[in-house]
């Protein structure tokens, strides 16, 4: 499996939590920075977060202090927290597997997250 799959998105309302999930084969997940991405409608696709894959993470302004992304080296899986989660935040999730001296950059199929205020 090369392709990201990604869990966990729904309907939630503001302030509420939800955590994404997102698997792919070991050995993608051994070479890749993992990040998420969300694409609201009518907008473009836009950075949340991201892990390399020594830990270090970057974040969105948008979304800093309320989200954490997250590595589980033995499950292959990253995560997303989401805490406090505003309506503004309301997109399609995707999950992002990409190694660039490697060449490669991976999507998975997104999952919805709707926040309702």
């Known amino acids: 499996q090369v392709q990201p799959v990604e869990s966990g998105g729904g309907l939630v309302q503001t302030g509420e939590s939800l955590r994404l999930s997102c698997a792919t084969s070991?050995?993608?997940?051994?070479?890749?920075?993992m990040g998420w991405y969300r694409q609201a409608p009518g907008k473009q696709r836009e950075l949340v977060a991201t892990?390399?894959?020594?830990?270090?993470?970057d974040y969105a302004d948008s979304v800093k202090g309320r989200f954490t992304i997250s590595r589980d080296n033995a499950k292959t899986t990253v995560y997303l927290q989401m805490n406090s989660l505003k309506p503004e935040d309301t997109a399609v999730y995707y999950c992002?597997?990409?190694?660039?001296?490697?060449?490669?950059?991976?999507w998975g199929q997104g999952t919805q997250v709707t926040v309702s205020s």
């Open positions: 992002n597997a990409r190694n660039v001296a490697l060449r490669y950059d991976y």
């Open positions: 070991r050995m993608i997940f051994s070479y890749s920075a």
């Open positions: 892990i390399t894959t020594t830990g270090n993470t």
